[in-house]
């Protein structure tokens, strides 16, 4: 999977793009705090999926662990807050 940017600040639209997310809407956050997920979607016939979440509130700047999770499975990588 990809994450861009892999950085940023409060209301960064962040990118994640890879294969077999599943069709439901699955949760992301950063460290312990949920993100608003934009939008999930996974195009059926080849499995790319792309989610597209916001940075939240209330997160000194340092590095953290990302993670995206639904009743597929979850996948976790490292996210850097601004």
Do not use: Q
Request: a positive charge.
């Amino acid at each position: 999977w990809r994450v861009e940017p892999d950085h940023g600040g409060v209301g960064t639209d962040v990118k994640i793009t890879g294969r077999y997310f599943g069709t439901k809407k699955g949760k992301v956050y950063i460290g312990e705090k949920s993100c608003k997920v934009v939008s999930w979607i996974t195009e059926p016939t080849t499995g790319m999926s792309t989610v597209h979440f916001l940075v939240p509130k209330g997160l000194p700047a340092e590095t953290y662990g990302l993670k995206v999770t639904n009743k597929v499975g979850e996948a976790t990588d490292a996210f850097i807050v601004e």
